[in-house]
């Protein structure tokens, strides 16, 4: 399976050079139908060393070419850096800070070489302070083990293959929890959306001098990176990985993140001027249609009370988190909605008021997280949760590109989470997927985005799917 994907993702690479990476990758997904079944700095709190992915790699640890271990595969250094599927990009991400474009977006900015600029490091290696560097540790390792599993040195690194090691013994010695939600989750985002660490942050600026857009879904993203088996020996370690959860974590967390960061001033602003990576692109970068007859080419969005024609606050999290909020935790729905509409209100009250509203989400999003979190999942929890996001009070809320695009990944990764927990068919699935691909062709390009077809097609692939809850 996996081996098949890579080919698929391999053929379309040259073909769609300009599509943004994460829809080059998710439109291969949608071919592929489903995942592979088995196939600042992470743990910098624990002031170990950062030990550099040689350190992992003996063949009886994991450097071996097949994945036949006993406990794990041990090949997870291969798929690490299989250099023709997503699941390698970390291992490529230092090397793509010194090919064309990664040197054209340092020179814009005068960065220097951006193999070597912090701004760029924090995201695209595990730049561990010097301090913490082991003496196999190198940044040309990219973004390496470490960067998620936290440092090794003077850590975990002795202790987890030294029997009797348990998950929990590890945990203890400093490796970092990454089968728990919310804390997988805070360490993406720290690079997949930004954190408040040394060079995690990706301006507007760098965006002007042409850094892709950031795009990031927890469930699909896990997927598409994952180097290890959920088999019977992973589940007896670890329990069984939920995806709804996963996904439903993962848009309370990425929403405490965008607004506890938009809350801190040295954030929030770039000079005079609000920081535009927070915004929604399309709502600045649009052509001027100022002729005698108006024609508006933005549509006004019911969850946002905002002044007519000022750009919005990228809600695209937001929105799924609503959604989440009404499916599955009913009690505290109606508090998000009104700490949301009350944050884009405050947008066109003043700088305070807006980082105060700011602050408020946050907290809320974080009661999400911990409720989702603790939460028994139920057998119709994805359903549920799709019906609401293709619903009426949901969808007029898909205006923006960046939303849209959120809500494809969504249906996408709920559907699969129905396949693999047995609720729908791999058949009935396949015909579903036909809808999904339109739901995915709708954003393709953003440029071309066009909001009431987009819904069109959403609602015809939640359809199809709410058929067969
Ligand atoms: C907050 C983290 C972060 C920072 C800071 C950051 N990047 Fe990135 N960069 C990413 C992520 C994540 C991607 C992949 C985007 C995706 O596919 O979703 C990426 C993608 C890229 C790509 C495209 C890679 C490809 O495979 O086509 C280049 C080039 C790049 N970054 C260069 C830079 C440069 C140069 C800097 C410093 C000016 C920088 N980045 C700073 C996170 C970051
Ligand atoms: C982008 C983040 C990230 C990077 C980089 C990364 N991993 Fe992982 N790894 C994960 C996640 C997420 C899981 C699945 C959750 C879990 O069980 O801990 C995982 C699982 C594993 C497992 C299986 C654990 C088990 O209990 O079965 C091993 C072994 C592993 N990784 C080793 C490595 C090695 C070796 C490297 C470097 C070559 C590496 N990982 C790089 C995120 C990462
Ligand atoms: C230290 C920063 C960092 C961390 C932590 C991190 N990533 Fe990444 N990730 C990146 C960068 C940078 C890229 C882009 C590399 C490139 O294009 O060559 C990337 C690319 C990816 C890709 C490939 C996307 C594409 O469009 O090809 C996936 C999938 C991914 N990351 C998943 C994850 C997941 C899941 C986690 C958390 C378990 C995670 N990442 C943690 C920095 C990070
Ligand atoms: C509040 C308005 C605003 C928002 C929101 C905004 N931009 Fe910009 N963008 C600008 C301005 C102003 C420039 C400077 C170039 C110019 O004068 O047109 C610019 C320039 C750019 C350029 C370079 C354009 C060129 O002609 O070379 C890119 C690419 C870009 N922005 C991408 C983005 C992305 C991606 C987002 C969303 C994350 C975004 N912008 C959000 C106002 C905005």
């Not at 690194?157 to 939600?181: F, I, Q, R, W």
């Not at 607004?259 to 001027?288: N, V």
Request: glycine share 12%; proline share 5%; with cysteine.
């Amino acid at each position: 399976m996996r081996r098949v994907w890579a080919e698929v993702f391999a053929g379309s690479r040259g073909q769609s050079g300009r599509r943004p990476v994460f829809l080059r990758v998710i439109a291969v997904l949608a071919l592929a139908a489903f995942y592979p079944a088995s196939g600042a700095i992470g743990g910098s709190a624990s002031g170990g060393t950062f030990e550099g992915v040689a350190s992992c790699a003996g063949s009886t640890c994991h450097g071996r070419a097949e994945g036949n271990g006993a406990v794990v595969r041990q090949d997870e250094i291969a798929t690490w850096q299989e250099p023709s599927s997503p699941s390698g990009a970390h291992a490529r991400a230092y090397a793509v800070l010194g090919g064309r474009r990664g040197q054209q977006i340092a020179a814009s900015l005068g960065l220097g070489n951006a193999q070597s600029a912090p701004a760029c490091l924090g995201c695209h290696a595990t730049n561990a302070p010097s301090g913490q560097r082991g003496a196999k540790f190198t940044l040309t390792d990219g973004v390496g083990c470490e960067s998620c599993h936290g440092a090794a040195g003077g850590s975990w690194l002795a202790e987890h293959y030294a029997l009797p090691a348990t998950h929990a013994s590890n945990v203890a010695a400093g490796l970092t929890p990454l089968d728990n939600p919310a804390v997988r989750a805070g360490v993406c985002l720290d690079c997949h959306y930004g954190s408040s660490k040394p060079g995690q942050f990706v301006t507007h600026a760098m965006m002007a001098a042409g850094h892709p857009r950031v795009s990031f879904e927890l469930d699909l993203f896990s997927a598409l990176q994952q180097h290890h088996n959920i088999d019977a020996d992973y589940t007896r370690r670890k329990g069984t990985p939920d995806s709804v959860r996963f996904w439903a974590v993962g848009q309370a967390e990425a929403v405490q993140r965008a607004t506890g960061l938009f809350a801190q001033p040295k954030f929030a602003f770039e000079g005079a001027f609000p920081q535009f990576y927070f915004y929604d692109c399309h709502s600045c970068h649009r052509t001027i249609a100022d002729g005698p007859q108006r024609k508006l080419t933005f549509e006004t969005n019911p969850g946002r009370p905002i002044p007519f024609g000022n750009p919005p606050f990228n809600d695209e999290n937001i929105i799924m988190l609503s959604a989440v909020a009404g499916a599955l935790v009913p009690g505290e729905a109606a508090r998000f909605q009104t700490a949301s509409r009350d944050f884009h209100k405050a947008m066109g009250q003043g700088p305070t008021e807006a980082r105060t509203a700011a602050q408020a989400l946050s907290a809320r999003a974080g009661v999400l997280s911990e409720a989702l979190s603790g939460r028994a999942s139920g057998n119709a929890d994805a359903f549920r949760v799709i019906a609401i996001i293709a619903g009426e009070a949901t969808t007029p809320r898909f205006t923006d590109y960046a939303g849209s695009v959120q809500a494809v990944m969504a249906i996408d990764t709920l559907l699969n989470a129905l396949v693999r927990e047995g609720r729908v068919t791999q058949g009935a699935a396949a015909g579903i997927r036909g809808d999904i691909a339109r739901a995915y062709k709708a954003v393709e390009e953003p440029n071309a985005y066009r909001p009431a077809d987009f819904r069109a097609a959403l609602k015809s692939a939640a359809g199809a799917i709410g058929r067969l809850g």
